[in-house]
């Protein structure tokens, strides 16, 4: 027998699965969503599980950890001999020889994340890349029995000066093949009188029977770690709906290059990527299609839709997938390449030349996305391998080339990406802060899911810690017991360490533990052979453990803070000035950063904190920008190719940066005569 | 149960049919070839089949005559009461209601047609549309990290002044995402040293590894009856091969009527036919493709090619799909809209607009054609709904508007299709020949297949009949017992019979036959009320039975003259002249027509014989034209626009003429000088 039989526990999923397979492969197999932050190359030990051994007659196996393949050195570092004597096991690790039960944790669990990216649409033009057309036309005779394109041509010629639609001896793309083939029905739906939707002036991408002012069009961000998609209707300018989902890449690894790993190391795995982010963002477009249902409405058709709108007296919008004319996406280089399939191996080695840098556009039918199938997907363009189309929508939204004051714009995701620039010049780069901010690589990182710390207080003189979790507005000292059943710790949480343990004294200026602290939350794990200190003791959590910040996790922050703060400053150094007059910061994970931290802490430069202004998901606003404003588009192509995309790791004095940057504060405590940032009220009462 | 078993004989091909199907939709599932010239309708006779009676147990059915739904009228038109009797049917009537065997007879078979249909290469100038450019690319560095697209556009910009490609702030089409995916390896295969092929200079279809001068294309012309293909290396402008097939279409109705009706009357009709045309393009790709492998190689990829070609010597060109970098085709309206998947029910219905009169550039995977991706296939522009890109075609490669003889050109096919032009004017317009030239239509009319009565000579004092049939050169007098086993009389056949009759005194000119005739040949047929004249016996048949022509079919001939013949005179009507200066005859049919016969039946307007010439498949040649030079291309869209179109059926005269151009020979006998057609040694010896 070639095959054994995988369950998973408790969500009961089961599988025949090739043996060989390692448990997390079975997992992506099945489809039981195991945490794995470095894409199973068993660097992040997040997706242990726990194996059952003994005969279960209700699932027909008889699991043993047996049935696996042997203990690997590397699992000890993520699993203490304690868990190993219980039957943890790292999945990415454990390959299946036969019948087993497992069951997944719940801190192992990749949890749906909370996010806060809602995009923004500017106060933009209604300009839109896609326009509609009204026409009455004459109907064919004996003395005018032209074709039924030609006839539509000529009326768009004719009544509304559309010159550069089909009178080009090449012909070449007045009309789409899908519209052809529905254009003699449509023509005669309602005698002779249509809707034609125009693509740049140039092609017809649609027609519609009857007069349809209406047009509708999606932006999508798609982030490593996020993707966010609005629907808009275009002659409004009104934001109908907005959808969140996690990245369902995240699956073969939490940042980019462990996903071009992924595909470096698997034939099909770019395809399967592809395909994963096609299939979601299809999902997205259903469930944005039916917020404008009645409701109980399963399906429509072109007919039915008509049919409905008419019978609900145009209350519901009744919009099906060919109604969506025009969809603009924005995205890191890398998700770019893996959402268009194009091998992004080149953009992870130096000296990272993209595939393709200007922005495309691309027939929706080609690409598989579920709208109108002769619309034009436009993806924004990339400013170099390593600064992508996610920043070039941050330029195009916040538009620093319109200003004169410098500004300084932070967009930390996954990977950190930096643009110093006003209406003179635009330097850009991006800065390996490793995923550390989104809870990777720090022994209780999570993500903003449910149950995750995101944001810490720590009593100077009781070392005592309050905290607030995801979806609960209850600091931890108001709270019920049993309230804040907490998990881990996400992003804005680690924010927050660094700071609150410097400022209550428990780590000195290099990061480190200080020497003879006396505290009750202090302590040396013999099994971890590391410093920490207690954040959470084991009854306030979910997960039975006592959550903690090792040594180790704070020198990962440390990492990650002063990789943005080195990248600002060689920013600010190649363009000749000490100060910057505005910093932005940009991703869902800038709404919740206190400025005030960011500056003790020393991850940005010196700066009013008043100053320091969080701007959201700017990336999807530009998104949004440039969906309804055809201008904006043509801005986002010219500052793609302006912005000067500055390589950090070629700067000579990097290193040197960099090493100075770990140190917190950096430099001297930049502001002394600051108040304690929590209200006296929330830090010592009870 | 629902279905019942249906067993053909002799190919012995079965299937499970849903029970209600009549038998000919039972073998178009099944596979089984069964004549069909007028799509089921019970119109043309040609699909009868014997049903057995008993129990075969080696089959495992019991088939009965009365597991058929029952006896209609309109099958007694074809079906004697002694046929009927011994079980005949036609397979379009009989509905299946229980298990069958049944035998398709040799004439109902559809047979594979011999064509002579080959397309001319005519003396144009190689300027195609698709060019390839050699770069040697510097790779990217730290001070140059472009992307790879922007690398290889600015080559091509600096070596060779392409502007036009992705300098345009849209950034269009200046690259196909195909071609994006296969470029970052494509780039470092051979050394950022790559050939790159573009698009009408501004759309890159195509990147190959290396040095690879060599360019490729096919030409199609997709006719009613046939389909031609070939397969041209453009950059030497040489044919190397040409495929034929039967239309596979032909299964849903000889002509083009038939084909429409089968849309209207079927939901999956015209996507039916559609998959069937393009399943048959691809399968004459391959074979043409395969012509230029080693013999006994199965199969190529990309990398596999390479080597073969280099093991060979370059001896085998081993083209792959991919290499395939530019198609044309041509067809008439009907098979344009169908191939195109466009309704083409309106083109059939008075004032005949078709859907797109103009030429159309459409990515090959988009049509599902099996060449290069991202090359486009150039569909030749339609003049009007009665006048397709077949004519397109001819006219582009006859050039008529480049000389000052006026000439009229006759395209024969299932359609009539007339030009009448010189340099200061074109008229076209098309005449409803009916398929009669086709075999259809006429009692023992066939396609032009091995058996066919291909021509005919009659003495005029014994009325004895000699005849050639397809495939073999010897005349039925000089041939040994047996040996020309006829099975019917194709069109060519068809035109002498008219001439030949009249020429022997056995009709008059008005068609009928003689009064008091006394010919050992000459019978009245008591089954199908019908004089007939025998031209072979039943001994001299492969079908058993006297192969006859009726007073029936004569009549049907003459309309089919008559109609070209109308047509004609019309259009010089039109124009104003008497006279023409030439007459040419496109098709494969054109090529077996007798000059002094088609005079002397009346069918095409007095001329010199010597300057009624043959052209052959004018329209392949003006798809391989069109193919090989750009100009040529622009000069198709430029006839398409500028041709008039007549509508005959719209001119007063119209009727009268017609009425006219029945008699045989038109008004009076052109060319009584004439010699014998045959010569006397053939008639008068054994």
């Known amino acids: 027998m070639e095959t054994a039989t995988v369950i998973f526990q408790p969500s009961g999923l089961r599988g025949k699965i090739s043996r060989g397979r390692t448990i997390l492969e079975a997992a992506r197999e099945i489809g039981e969503n195991i945490e794995s932050l470095c894409g199973g190359k068993g660097a992040c030990g997040k997706c242990r599980v726990l194996v059952a051994e003994g005969r279960y007659p209700k699932y027909g196996v008889e699991s043993s950890r047996n049935h696996l393949s042997g203990w690997q050195e590397l699992e000890a570092r993520f699993i203490t001999p304690k868990m190993q004597k219980e039957g943890y096991r790292l999945a990415c690790c454990a390959a299946i020889q036969d019948d087993i039960l497992t069951f997944v944790p719940e801190e192992s669990r990749a949890a749906k994340q909370i996010v806060s990216k809602r ?66 029905v449509r023509l005669r739906q309602q005698n002779w009188q249509v809707t034609v939707s125009v693509w740049m002036d140039r092609e017809i991408i649609r027609i519609q029977a009857g007069r349809m002012p209406n047009s509708f069009g999606i932006a999508v961000d798609i982030g490593t770690t996020t993707v966010v998609a609005s629907l808009v209707q275009l002659n409004s300018m009104r934001i109908l709906d907005t959808q969140y989902i996690i990245n369902p890449q995240v699956r073969y690894g939490e940042d980019v290059i462990a996903r071009v790993n992924y595909h470096a190391q698997n034939k099909e795995g770019l395809q399967q990527m592809s395909m994963d982010i096609v299939a979601a963002l299809n999902r997205m477009i259903t469930a944005l299609l039916k917020t404008t249902w009645p409701q109980g409405t399963d399906n429509f058709d072109y007919d039915e839709a008509q049919a409905q709108r008419l019978k609900t007296g145009e209350k519901y919008l009744c919009l099906i997938p060919e109604d969506i004319e025009d969809v603009t996406i924005v995205g890191n280089t890398i998700m770019h390449h893996i959402f268009l399939k194009l091998d992004p191996r080149h953009v992870a080695l130096a000296p990272f030349p993209p595939v393709v840098q200007k922005s495309l556009n691309i027939k929706a039918g080609n690409l598989g996305i579920n709208i109108c199938p002769s619309a034009y997907v436009h993806i924004l363009p990339n400013e170099a391998g390593f600064v992508g189309a996610d920043n070039v929508a941050v330029l195009t939204a916040e538009a620093p080339y319109k200003s004169d004051q410098i500004q300084l714009i932070i967009d930390i995701g996954t990977n950190g990406e930096l643009v110093l620039g006003n209406r003179e010049r635009l330097l850009s780069t991006s800065c390996a802060t490793g995923p550390a901010f989104e809870g990777a690589e720090i022994t209780f990182g999570m993500r903003a899911a449910a149950g995750a710390i995101e944001r810490i207080a720590i009593d100077p003189e009781t ?206 405590d930049p502001f002394p005569h600051l108040e304690p940032i929590l209200p006296a009220e929330i830090l010592f009462q009870k």
């Open 463 to 668: 070392h005592e810690v309050i905290y607030k979790v995801v979806e609960n507005d209850t600091w931890s000292n108001y709270a019920k017991t049993g309230e804040l059943k907490t998990r881990g710790i996400c992003g804005s949480g680690i924010m927050d360490i660094l700071a609150e343990l410097y400022r209550a004294g428990i780590i000195n200026k290099s990061g480190a533990f200080r020497k003879n602290l006396n505290s009750p939350r202090y302590r040396f794990n013999p099994e971890t052979r590391q410093h920490e200190f207690v954040v959470a003791w084991a009854a306030e959590t979910a997960i039975g453990r006592d959550i903690t910040i090792t040594q180790k996790d704070i020198r990962q922050i440390q990492l990650a803070k002063a990789a943005i703060y080195t990248g600002c400053k060689l920013l600010m150094h190649e363009w000749g000035t000490d100060r910057v007059d505005v910093i932005k910061i940009a991703g869902g994970f800038g709404l919740h950063i206190d400025p005030v931290k960011a500056l003790i802490m020393g991850m940005v430069p010196d700066c009013d904190p008043a100053r320091i202004i969080p701007i959201g998901n700017a990336a999807g606003t530009g998104a949004l920008a440039t969906l309804v404003n055809r201008g904006k588009r043509a801005e986002s192509d010219w500052v793609a190719r302006m912005v000067e995309s500055v390589d950090l790791a070629s700067l000579k004095d990097f290193k040197a940066e960099f090493i100075e940057a770990l140190h917190i504060p950096h430099k001297k």
């Open 119 to 184: 995009p923004r649409l500017l106060a933009v033009d209604y300009d839109p890349v896609v326009k509609k057309y009204y026409l009455i036309l004459d109907p064919p005779s004996r003395s005018d029995s032209r074709g039924d394109l030609e006839r539509v041509l000529s009326a768009l010629r004719v009544q509304y000066g559309l010159k550069d639609l089909g009178c080009d001896i090449d012909m070449l793309h007045s009309c789409d093949i899908d519209v052809l083939r529905s254009l003699p």
